[in-house]
């Protein structure tokens, strides 16, 4: 069974920075593409960012364009999202997703950032 | 980036009810790479349809996609109980990925 598991959410002032974490277990980690996707409070979906396997590929939604960084270890079955001089606007629940390709089709439960002063 | 643009916002409907959501690209989706997922309050969001048209593993046949090119649609021919959530598109041909606003299927 496919598990995604992610930490490292929480309250943070704007201008601050997270580093979110994302453990992956029931499938072979190293394979698959993996993406982070955001919800806003009472908001729909907008995909973050992916990263090919082995992490020679990334991109990024405009808005976290130089400011979010995506990356991975396969040695330790873990995607992580360095989130950088954060905004009100960055506040959601954070999932990370296992890609087929690029389709997220499995996701985890995701972890809330709360930005605010 | 392409904008997809799913209608209506709000359909309202009875279990056993066929349910018709719409799902319009701003440019064509290459290779009809098309999703959608559906989202039950506070639960993790569950891929339906993929390629358009296949059906993702556990999802039952009343649930089905159809369209190309800009045109999308989900069709869910007998609504259950559980299949009163928001349903979102989502294109996965081009980066910036992107999703559309979400249909809320709910209750009549």
């Known amino acids: 069974e496919v598990q995604l598991v992610e930490s490292g959410g929480g309250l943070v002032q704007p201008g601050g920075s997270l580093r979110l974490s994302c453990v992956a277990s029931g499938f072979t980690f190293s394979s698959h593409w993996m993406h982070w996707v955001r919800q806003a409070p009472g908001k729909g979906l907008e995909w973050v960012a992916n990263?090919?396997?082995?992490?020679?590929?990334?991109y990024y939604v405009d808005s976290v364009k130089g400011r979010f960084i995506i990356s991975r270890d396969d040695a330790k079955n873990s995607l992580f999202l360095q989130l950088n001089s954060l905004t009100a606007e960055d506040t959601a629940v954070y999932y990370c997703a296992r890609g087929l390709g690029w389709l997220p089709d499995s996701w985890g439960q995701g972890t809330p950032v709360t930005v605010s002063s | 980036e392409i904008v997809l643009t799913q209608s209506p916002g709000t359909l309202s409907l009875s279990p056993g009810e066929r349910a018709t959501l719409s799902c319009r690209a701003s440019?064509?989706?290459?290779?009809?790479?098309l999703a959608w997922y559906h989202q039950k309050p506070g639960r993790t969001p569950r891929l339906l349809i993929y390629?358009?048209?296949r059906r993702a593993t556990g999802i039952p046949d009343r649930f089905s996609g159809s369209g190309s090119g800009t045109d999308f649609t989900l069709t869910i021919t007998r609504l259950e109980s559980e299949d009163f959530a928001v349903y979102y598109c989502h294109q996965h041909a081009y980066s910036p990925l992107t999703f559309g606003g979400g249909t809320k299927v709910e209750i009549k």
């Open positions: 990263i090919k396997q082995g992490g020679s590929e990334k």
């Open positions: 390629n358009a048209s």
């Open positions: 440019q064509s989706v290459g290779n009809n790479f």
